[in-house]
Each structure stands twice: as structure tokens, then as C-alpha cells.
């Protein structure tokens, strides 16, 4: 596992409301475990992975927040130069579905890229008391212009589907990861120019 | 080398161990020929109008040896977006037939002398074509013998394919620009002929002379020649501008020095230094007359170019013509690569040793107390600079001088002023506010690039320092003065630290990640001496109890600065540390005094509840059926982007296994710790299900449980499965904290310690460095101004300054910081300005001078300056009064060549006379004669003409006729002549039916 072959290194946010499942989506997605017993996060986790993704490996540094209010005004400043953002709701609870809009404006405000990657996820689709259509979901995400999903942490459904097309998308998204600059300027042909590469004609006597 | 490879080559099927350097020459250039796919090119279009200018030209270029001489071949093209129409019902059975398109073009009148093409262009008027010429740095083509040896083997490549493109030789030195070829094709072959020469040969100076040698190589056999169609352009030059002034003449920064204002420290400077116009050039151009009607030979000349039907005109500029803003920001960026530190500069610096700073601080304190009367104080740095005795000064040049550093210091701290002179103080501030928001619409490519950059709000503490220190550096003394403005800056920076002042001009709260670190560090300082008059206000409180109750009042936070500076009683300010809801204070103030009735109750937890902020809803304790209060908590430490990577990189540091996992949650814990020690002070007999149902209540589920015996249903709540789990991490946590209002916790932003660390910070930045942090708001102040200047400048600059602006946002996030080639451009832009300001105060001042007609010569100056002015405020919007003249500046400005309207009878061409009228004066009269002449009697001075004699003479003599032979079929010849003082060039394309010899 040499880290030579890597293409890139892509920092990963995962947002939404306390207790949606964002520790257990990103712990199986790294791990492939569920641990029903897991902390509320405190403050922010990180975990690393390193993805394949149409030839190329990637190396996902994925940073999983805290939901909790309280938690809001230390973890944005934690958004800073990630390239994707997954948006995490439960779809047994309307109103971390509703919160969404704040969540992305949080991201909206503290994220530094502005071109940066939005995938919404529904997670635990597991369980039977669903309150949030799936078409809900995708309406959602439509509108925002996201990715959308629909997982479950619990029976593993859609989570690495989830992480894939994210990264794939980043890596087709020009600007956002690569850290070459390329694009050179041109000063636009109006502009006066003595010489026009040609030799100019008699007029330069 | 060569030879050995082909000796092995034994698989080719064409056999060149015996062919010579020559046959193999030929081959290469038939290859080249093939590649180019040159036989199958299909017969085109004509040329439309200026397509030869307008149209979008390509190149391909390949080598040829020929022996070990080194040839290049370029083939230059008019890419033309209309495919060849293949008239396939027409050609198919004369396919062999097709016209070579130089054959059309030779003849064609739709493009004599393009603005901008090749020469070749210029002179044949071709769409297409190749030109072989040695490679740089080889030999010239000299002799005659090598250039026939090269013609003719072009002419048999060009026969073997069938190839009906022109090809060029290029003979002499390059700079000669002697050319000769040959095309071949649709049964007629064309010569390309050329005689260059250094001077005029007395009987070619004139169109008779040159028609009469056209027709002698012609050597038409016919008796009656058809006539000769003609196409005349004369050149005339302008480059006396003595009668009209430069309008930017360079500030004289010595003079500045004087009366150097807050406005003019806070602006960089616009303009050129010298006037960036060089040369005009004036086009007069009779286009297609037949030779029998122009008369031009040796005693006469019906060219008269006030009466030539179309003129046009071009301007030539300086390169890098000198311009201020481009100057200041230069030298400043110069600055990034110089390696000295403070002390090299300055010598031995006093404030580094904090002991003797107190001295300092005592003086300052003096000051700061406002005096019962008012009395004109010396000003703070005044001050300053006199208790520090024992700076060095290197050299007296290169520091900046007393009165001037003052003015610099009130122009960075407006209100340390106020606070001596009595000023309101928070104008300032809310001047600040207000400017963030305010700038005009821009156009929003522009808006949302320059809004990206990574800098420092418009007119901030950070923008301004950065100002300051580029005019610093231009005009008082480089470096060193840098060096010793921003130790001034650092020992103000502590001096406010100590002495609980706020910054000015800074947003308050946290630092925004969105400016560059310099700006964070600053409102980061900010944020430390808040908390610091915060926390020494609240343990004066604590001392005087009694006065504290009463006077609970709250306050924005931009109210503090003005009490801060303004008021001595510093009891009447208040700000709470704890609060983060300030209108919420009194309810937290109300506890000391907490009516008996609740104390009975808690008389129980021998506890007094402490830091209440209010209450949670309607929530009462699960345990004691008390109201759930929510605490007055520690706000959360600001951070700026370093501290965040440092925060991030030991948090990545501590690995992704659990342990890590864990100890980066205990790491982060701090803050959960802190508002679960408020919360049980606040509430007395809490659980951590109390706990959890205000701070997360996701873990708090509550479930409807039906009851048996009463056959009802009932309300249960328990914790979440997570938070059950026995010692989770916020189990341990709770367990482990003591109940502790906020108040008296221990800081979770320790603002001494961070405060300490931005002044060591700032203290042992290099000059190098400051430089380069305040590099962003210089550029960004640069493009703003250049932005200001949009109307007066050239139609592009928006344009350009859309992409200079989205290079420049790149380069200031980027870690390497290339500024120069930011630099250059916005030289060029500037310049550009400059060129269009020129210009148009020259247009301008011709013309109010022949408005005023005759008389009063000297005034008018101050009109004109007026006009222009006020034309170039009204820029591109088409209400001008300027008659075009504006329109006509932009235009020259973006094309290569701009038509006059009305050629020299139109307002326009009556202007243009005028200002080479003046010119010719100028150069022709003495003092007075010329003021006279410039109040507009020019016809008193009848000897000296109107225009200069032209600097060039064009011809163009096009016709067709048999050749060789009477019976052959007419074929298209042509000649373009230029004579000009020290050129004489003939250009000849001399066509012959190659089947009817
Ligand atoms: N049935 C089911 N339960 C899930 C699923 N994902 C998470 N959970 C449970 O939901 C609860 C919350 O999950 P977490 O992953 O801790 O939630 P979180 O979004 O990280 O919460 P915070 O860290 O507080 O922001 C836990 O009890 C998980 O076991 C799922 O897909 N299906
Ligand atoms: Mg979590």
C-alpha cells in the first residue's frame, strides 16, 4: 500500500442533526462494522480510507462531526478546505430531514471551496417507522443539487455506493482537488498589441 | 550519420542510398507537401472584405535539410470558417483545372494594406502560403546561384504534387525581409519578384515612374495595354506633442510629505509619468483609380491628402511606459526577497525588552486619561517615539521622521485621536461598517473574484497598515521604513494589549477565516483585549459588589470601544464574560438575590443554584420537579486558520483506532466538561438525563407506556441505547464534574497566553514578511482602483480585469506567492489607462483651442483640462457631448487601424489636422511666434505646410493581361511599391499562361 500510487488526498465532511447516524455510516464505511454502542461524538472524529474509484485511489480523510447544538459553533471551523460534504438525515425523523437547510447553509458559510461536492444521504431505510419518502429525498436534493442516497449504517446498504460516487464526482469536478494551476491568463485580443507575432507589415517603418 | 542509417534501411521500398543531398531535399519537401495535404486543397471562396485582418490565421512549421543546412518551412494560413465549396457538378471533369486561390488574391481589392498581417500579406495580398528561410543562427541565403538552386527545386516539388500554394524563399538577412517565389497551378505560373533598395531611385519617385516600370516588365505584347488599376496609400507620423501638456504630471511625493492627509495615505497612486503615446500614425488612402485619372509624376501631384477619401489612423505606445501604481507596487513586492531582519534595519530595539516598555505604557497612560479641560495634547506617537530614547537611528534618511510617523499612526488608529481631541470615537467605526457594504455594482464575474480574494475588508486596521506601509516604502525611505513602521505598529499592537484598548476598523468576534492570517491574528488580538476588559471589569465588579447590581446593563459590543476610549469611569462598562445572550444578564444577575422560596427548597442540596442563564422551556428536573435552568456557559475559543491546522493536525496525529478516537474525544471534552460543571450549578439535583435533555435531546426518547392497572397510558422517557452504554464517554465526563458556574471555571480561552502569542508573532516577523502578509490588500487595493478607473479606460479593461482578478485570487491562497506576473499585468492595465487618458486630453485640447477660435492663447488651458475631465467622467455612456471623439479613442485603443469618418473633411479629420498643424508649428516656430500661432492663426504662416512630407508611400498596381505570348490567356499581374525615406521596395506577382506559350 504504497501511498506513491495515490492520486490524491480528498477531505470528506459528514454533517446532519445529533443521533442521524453519521458515526455509524462513516465507522462502516471505514470498518464495515456497526457498533450500536458508540458515543455521541464529542467535538469532531476523523477517520482514513483509502478508495478505488474508476482506476484511480484516492485517500479519504473523512472528518464525522458532532450533531448536537451545542457542538455548532467548534466544528465548522473544521469545514475548511474539504472537497465533499455528505448530508445525513434519518428518515424515521421529519425533523432532521427539516434541518437540512441549515446544515447547508452552515456549510454554505464555513466551507472554503465553493465548488465543494454535496451528496445527501437517508440513512437507516433498516427500519420500519419510515416518516420520510424516498421522493422527498430526492425532491430535496434536486433542488440543492446534490447526490442522493438512501442507506442504512445497520445493514450496510448503499454506504460504500454512497462514499464512491462522491469521490468519483469530486475527482470529475475540475479545480476542486487538483493542486496544479493551470489555466493561464490570456489578455483579450482587443487589447493593443504592437507586434501581432506576425512580422508586422510595412506600417512599422 | 545519416547515410549509415539509410545503407541499412535494405526494407524501404523507394531505393535513396544513391540519391543526392539535392533528390533528397526534394523528397522532404514533397513529404512536407503531402502532409500538409497541399495537392488535394480545394478551391475556395473569394476573399471577403478585411478577412485578411479579421480573419484568424494559423501556422505549420516543419524542417528540411538540405545536406546539413537547416531550412524551415512554415506554412501560414487564413483559417477560414466557410468549408470550401466543392462545386463538384461544375469541376469534376476539369478537377486537374483548379485556379490556385493566389492567383484571385493577387487581383482581389477587398484587403490592400491589412492593419496587422505578414508582410508577404501586405505586399500580395495572400490567403495562403509557405515560406522556406534558414533556420536562425545558420547562414543566409546570398548568393543568386543558391536561391535558383532552391527555386527550382521548390518548382519541381511543386509540379511532382501538384501543389498550388505560393512558396517563398527568403533570402539576405532577415531583417531584409527579401522574399522570392513561385505558384503554380490551374495552367498559370506566377513569379514573385522583389527589388529592395535603400533610397528612392529619382525616377520611381512617383506613380508615373513606377507605372512606367510595371509595364516595362510586363513587356506586354499587345499593342493596347489595359489600363493599370491603381491603389494609393501615404503615411504621415505625429510625434511632437510639446503643445500638449502630459495631464498626469507625477505627484511630487516631497511635496506630499507636508501636508500628508489620512485620504491620501489610505490610496495608492494612479497614472503615468510620462505620456505613454508615442506616435500617431495618419492613413490616407485612394483606393482603385484608374491610371489615367491621377496624375502624379515628377513636376505634379494630384494627391492631395486632405482630399484622399478615406483615412485612418493608429497610435503607437510606449511598452512599459513609468506609471505609479505599477511603481508602488513593485518596489513593494521587491521588498519580499530582501533577507534582513528588524534588528539590521534598526538596530538595537527597545521594545523586545518588555521592562523598559513600562516606562512607555506610563506615558501612554497619561495620555489616554482624558484631561478635565481639553488641551492640545502632543499626540500618541508622539509620545510613543519620545519614551523609547534609545532607538537607533541607522540612518536619518531611512527612518521615517516624527510628525509624519504621527500622521501615519492617527491614520491607522483614528481613534487614539479622538480620544485626545474629544472627538466622537465610534464614528470611525461605524464609518468602517458602513464601507464593507458599500462599492458599486461591478460587473459579477469582477464582483465575485475580487470578493473571493483572500485579504482584509476595504479601509480595515490590516488594509490600511497595508497602505501606509507601501507609501512608506516608496517615499520615505524603503525597507528601513518599513522596518520601522510596523515596530511602531507592534508596540501600539501591545501598548493596546496592556492598556485595554480595542483595535479600530476590525469586524468584531471570532477571526474570519475568510481574510488572510495578518487580519485574523489582528481581530484574534481583538477578541484577547475584549476578554481581558471583560474579566478585569467583572473582578472590579466583584470587588465593589454594590455598585454592580444596579448598573447591569447591556451593551453591543461596538458600544465598548467608544466607552472604553471616551469614559474614565470605567464601573459604568460592562460586558459579561459568561454571557452569550447579553440581554439575558439580568436574569443571570438576579440569582445572588434568588427569592427565599427557592433557597427553602434547595436547602435540601446544601447547594445555592449559580450561573442561571434561564430557563429550558417548561422542563422541570426529573428528580426534584425543580424548573430546568440553562447555564451561562464559556463561549468556545476563537481560532485563527493556524491554530485550527495546528488543532486538526494533533487531532489527526492520534490515529483512526479506537484509543485515538477516544482520546480525541476526551481532548474535545474540555468544552462539554465546562457546560456540564455550569449546568449542575445551575441546577442543583440534576441527573445526566436532565443534562441530556437539554444538550442533546435526540438521547432523551420518551415512549408511551401503557398502564395496567389504570388502564391508561402514560409518558416514559430513558436515555438513548448510545448514552446507556455503562462509561461511555459522557457518562465518565459527567460523573467526573464538580458543579462550577462558568464564572468561576477555569478559562477555556486563555487570552493572556494567546494574546502573548500574536504580539511574539507580529514582533518577530521579518520586514520580508510583513511584506508578504500585506501583499493581498495591496493587490486587492490595486485592482480596485483600477476597477475605479473602468469608465476612463480602455472598453476591455473590465474584461481584463475579470481575469487579472481571477489569477490574482488564485496566487493569494496559493502557498507560493507569484505575484510578479499579477504585477505586470496590472502595470498593463494601467498603462492602458493612461494611453486612453492621453489620448483623449489630446483630442480634447485640439479641440476647445479651435472652438475658442483666435485670441486669448493662455487661458483656455484650464477650460480644456475641465472638458476632458468631464468627459472622461462620463466614459462610454453616449449622452457625451464629445461628437465621437471619446468613441473614437476607445476605438483606436482596441483596433490596429480605425477608419476616420468623413476622412479629412469630418470633425474628426479636421481635428486630426489641426493636431499636426500644431506640431508642424512646433516644430517649425520659435517662443513666441509659437504662442501666437496656438491661439489659432495658423494661415498667418503660409510657408510652413500643414503636414509633414509622409513617412511612406504605397502603390498597389494591379491589371491583367496575356503573357507571354499575345494568344496566351490574360493572367493576373501585380505590383506593390513602398517608398519611404530610407526604403524603396518593389513587389512583383507576374503571372503567365503556362499552356499557350
Ligand atoms: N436501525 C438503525 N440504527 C442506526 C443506523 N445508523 C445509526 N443508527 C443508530 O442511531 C444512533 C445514532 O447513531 P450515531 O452514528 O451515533 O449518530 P450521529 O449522527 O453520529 O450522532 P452525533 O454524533 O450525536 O451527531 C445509534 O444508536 C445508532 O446505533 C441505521 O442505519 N439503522
Ligand atoms: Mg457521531
Known amino acids: 500500500m504504497a501511498d506513491t500510487d495515490i492520486l490524491t488526498t480528498l477531505k470528506i465532511l459528514i454533517i446532519g442533526e445529533s443521533g442521524v447516524g453519521k458515526s455509524s455510516l462513516m465507522l462502516r464505511f471505514t470498518d464495515d462494522v456497526f457498533d450500536p454502542g458508540l458515543s455521541a461524538t464529542i467535538g469532531v472524529d476523523f477517520k482514513v480510507k483509502v478508495l478505488t474509484v474508476d482506476g484511480n485511489r484516492a485517500k479519504l480523510a473523512i472528518w464525522d462531526t458532532a450533531g448536537s447544538e451545542r457542538f455548532r459553533t467548534l466544528t465548522p471551523s473544521y469545514y475548511r478546505g474539504a472537497q465533499g460534504a455528505i448530508l445525513v438525515y434519518d428518515v424515521t425523523n421529519r425533523t432532521s430531514f427539516q434541518k437540512l437547510d441549515l446544515w447547508l447553509n452552515e456549510l454554505e458559510t464555513y466551507s472554503t471551496k465553493s465548488n465543494i461536492v454535496k451528496m445527501l444521504v437517508g440513512n437507516k431505510i433498516d427500519k420500519e417507522a419510515r416518516v420520510v419518502t424516498r421522493e422527498e429525498g430526492v425532491k430535496y436534493a434536486r433542488k440543492h443539487s446534490m447526490l442522493f442516497i438512501e442507506a442504512s449504517a445497520k445493514t450496510r446498504d448503499g454506504v460504500q455506493c454512497a462514499f464512491e460516487e462522491l469521490v468519483e464526482k469530486i475527482i470529475q469536478t475540475p479545480g476542486l482537488w487538483e493542486t496544479d494551476q493551470r489555466s493561464e491568463l490570456r489578455l483579450s485580443d482587443g487589447a493593443p498589441t504592437q507586434q501581432g507575432g506576425q512580422c508586422g507589415g510595412y506600417c512599422v517603418i | ?997
Request: net charge negative; proline share 6%.
Open chain 2, 1 to 997: 550519420m545519416a547515410s549509415g542509417e539509410e545503407d541499412q534501411d535494405v526494407f524501404e521500398i523507394t531505393d535513396f542510398t544513391t540519391a543526392s543531398d539535392w533528390e533528397r531535399f526534394i523528397a522532404r519537401i514533397e513529404e512536407i507537401f503531402h502532409e500538409w495535404k497541399l495537392p488535394t486543397l480545394q478551391q475556395e471562396c473569394p476573399l471577403k472584405r478585411e478577412e485578411l485582418t479579421n480573419g484568424k490565421w494559423e501556422e505549420a512549421c516543419e524542417d528540411v535539410m538540405f545536406a546539413n543546412f537547416r531550412f524551415l518551412m512554415t506554412r501560414y494560413y487564413l483559417k477560414r470558417d466557410v468549408e470550401p465549396e466543392i462545386k463538384n457538378d461544375e469541376l469534376e471533369d476539369q478537377v486537374e483545372e483548379v485556379l490556385s486561390s493566389a492567383i484571385e488574391d493577387i487581383i482581389s481589392r477587398e484587403n490592400d494594406f491589412p492593419a496587422r498581417a505578414h508582410c508577404l500579406v501586405r505586399w500580395f495580398g495572400l490567403r495562403d502560403f509557405i515560406v522556406l528561410c534558414p533556420t536562425v543562427g545558420n547562414d543566409i541565403i546570398a548568393s543568386e546561384n543558391r536561391a535558383k538552386i532552391l527555386l527550382s527545386s521548390l518548382c519541381i516539388a511543386i509540379n511532382n504534387t501538384n501543389s498550388h500554394v505560393p512558396v517563398f524563399i527568403q533570402l539576405s538577412q532577415r531583417s531584409r525581409r527579401f522574399f522570392l517565389g513561385i505558384c503554380e497551378g490551374g495552367g498559370i505560373r506566377t513569379n514573385f519578384e522583389m527589388v529592395h533598395l535603400n533610397k528612392v531611385p529619382q525616377h520611381c519617385n512617383h506613380l508615373a515612374g513606377l507605372l512606367s516600370v510595371f509595364k516595362g516588365k510586363l513587356s506586354c505584347p499587345l499593342q493596347l495595354i489595359p489600363p493599370v488599376d491603381v491603389t494609393i496609400r501615404f503615411t504621415y507620423a505625429l510625434h511632437e506633442w510639446s503643445p500638449y501638456s502630459w495631464p498626469q504630471s507625477p505627484p511630487d511625493i516631497s511635496d506630499i510629505t507636508e501636508d500628508i492627509t489620512p485620504s491620501l495615505l489610505g490610496k495608492l497612486p494612479f497614472g503615468a509619468l510620462e505620456d505613454p503615446i508615442v506616435e500617431l500614425l495618419l492613413f490616407t488612402t485612394w483606393p482603385c483609380l484608374s491610371e489615367d485619372i491621377v496624375v502624379d509624376n515628377d513636376i505634379h501631384s494630384d494627391l492631395d491628402l486632405t482630399q484622399a477619401p478615406a483615412w485612418a489612423v493608429k497610435v503607437r505606445t510606449k511598452d512599459e511606459p513609468a506609471c505609479l501604481l505599477g511603481e508602488f507596487l513593485e518596489e513593494f513586492v521587491a521588498l519580499c526577497h530582501r533577507k534582513e531582519s528588524q534588528q539590521q534595519l534598526l538596530g538595537k530595539l527597545p521594545g523586545e525588552e518588555f521592562d523598559d516598555s513600562n516606562e512607555i505604557s506610563q506615558a501612554l497612560n497619561k495620555l489616554a486619561r482624558p484631561h478635565p479641560i481639553p488641551v492640545t495634547l502632543p499626540n500618541l506617537s508622539a509620545v510613543v517615539s519620545k519614551a523609547r530614547p534609545n532607538l537607533h537611528k541607522k540612518s536619518e534618511v531611512s527612518l521615517i521622521d516624527d510628525s509624519l510617523l504621527d500622521k501615519i499612526l492617527i491614520f491607522l488608529f483614528p481613534n487614539s485621536v479622538s480620544t485626545l481631541t474629544g472627538d466622537q470615537g465610534s464614528e470611525k467605526n461605524d464609518d468602517f461598517q458602513n464601507c464593507v457594504e458599500e462599492k458599486e455594482m461591478l460587473p459579477a464575474e469582477l464582483d465575485d473574484h475580487i470578493r473571493s480574494f483572500k485579504s482584509a475588508p476595504p479601509d480595515s486596521l490590516t488594509w490600511r497598515l497595508a497602505l501606509a506601509m507601501c507609501q512608506v516604502n516608496h517615499s520615505y525611505g524603503g525597507i528601513a521604513a518599513v522596518a520601522h513602521l510596523w515596530h511602531e505598529f507592534v508596540l501600539e499592537m501591545r501598548y493596546r494589549w496592556e492598556n485595554n484598548f480595542t483595535l479600530p476598523c476590525l469586524e468584531w468576534g471570532a477571526p474570519n477565516l475568510a481574510y488572510c492570517l495578518l487580519h485574523q491574528k489582528l481581530q484574534m488580538l481583538n477578541c484577547c483585549i475584549q476578554r481581558k476588559i471583560a474579566r478585569e471589569w467583572q473582578r472590579n465588579q466583584q470587588s465593589f459588589p454594590s455598585t454592580a447590581s444596579g448598573s447591569a446593563i447591556s451593551l453591543s459590543p461596538q458600544k465598548t470601544e467608544q466607552m472604553n476610549s471616551e469614559s474614565e469611569d470605567e464601573e459604568e462598562f460592562f460586558e459579561c464574560e459568561d454571557g452569550n445572550e447579553n440581554s439575558e444578564i439580568e436574569s443571570s444577575m438576579d440569582i445572588d438575590s434568588s427569592p427565599s422560596s427557592e433557597v427553602s427548597v434547595n436547602k435540601k442540596m446544601q447547594l445555592q443554584p449559580e450561573g442561571r442563564l434561564r430557563q429550558c422551556g417548561s422542563l422541570t428536573l426529573l428528580l426534584l420537579d425543580e424548573p430546568l435552568y440553562i447555564p451561562v456557559t464559556q463561549e468556545p475559543a476563537p481560532m485563527t486558520e493556524d491554530i485550527l491546522e495546528e488543532h486538526a493536525e494533533v487531532l489527526v496525529q492520534l490515529g483512526t483506532n479506537p484509543e485515538g478516537a477516544a482520546l480525541r474525544a476526551r481532548m474535545q471534552s474540555a468544552c462539554l466538561t465546562s457546560d456540564m460543571e455550569a449546568f449542575k450549578a445551575a441546577n442543583p439535583g440534576a441527573c445526566l438525563e436532565d443534562f441530556v435533555r437539554w444538550y442533546s435531546p435526540r438521547d432523551w426518547i420518551e415512549e408511551e407506556v401503557y398502564e395496567e392497572g389504570t388502564n391508561t397510558t402514560r409518558i416514559e422517557g430513558h436515555l438513548s441505547p448510545r448514552m446507556q452504554v455503562s462509561g461511555n464517554m459522557w457518562q465518565e465526563a459527567w460523573d467526573n464534574s464538580r458543579p462550577v458556574p462558568a464564572r468561576r471555571q477555569k478559562r477555556l480561552f486563555d487570552d493572556t497566553k494567546e494574546a502573548e502569542k500574536i504580539l511574539h508573532f507580529l514582533a518577530s516577523l521579518k520586514p520580508a514578511m510583513v511584506v508578504h502578509h500585506l501583499l493581498p490588500m495591496v493587490i486587492h487595493a490595486a485592482i480596485l482602483l483600477l476597477v475605479d478607473h473602468i469608465p476612463e479606460g480602455p472598453r476591455s479593461l473590465s474584461h481584463t480585469l475579470e481575469q487579472i482578478a481571477a489569477k490574482a485570487a488564485r496566487v493569494i491562497r496559493s502557498s507560493e506567492h507569484k505575484y510578479e506576473e499579477i504585477l505586470k499585468l496590472i502595470c498593463q492595465a494601467e498603462a492602458n489607462v493612461a494611453c486612453a487618458q492621453s489620448l483623449m486630453s489630446k483630442f480634447c485640447q485640439t479641440e476647445s483651442k479651435m472652438k475658442s477660435g483666435s485670441g486669448e492663447s493662455g487661458l483656455p488651458q484650464q477650460a480644456e483640462k475641465k472638458k476632458s475631465t468631464k468627459l472622461k467622467q462620463l466614459g462610454t455612456s453616449d449622452e457625451t457631448d464629445d461628437d465621437g471623439v471619446w468613441e473614437f479613442v476607445l476605438n483606436i485603443l482596441e483596433q490596429p487601424e480605425v477608419d476616420v469618418p468623413g476622412a479629412g473633411k469630418g470633425k474628426l479629420g479636421k481635428l486630426l489636422r489641426r493636431l499636426f498643424a500644431e506640431a508642424q508649428m512646433s516644430t517649425h516656430l520659435e517662443g513666441d511666434e509659437k504662442l501666437e500661432f496656438s491661439g489659432g492663426k495658423h494661415h498667418h504662416y503660409p510657408m510652413i505646410p500643414e503636414f509633414p512630407p509622409p513617412v511612406g508611400r504605397e502603390f498597389i498596381l494591379r491589371t491583367k493581361t496575356p503573357r507571354p505570348a499575345s494568344y496566351s490567356n490574360h493572367s493576373p499581374q501585380r505590383m506593390y511599391c513602398v517608398l519611404s525615406p530610407n526604403e524603396f521596395r518593389l513587389g512583383g506577382a507576374f503571372s503567365e499562361d503556362t499552356t499557350f506559350q
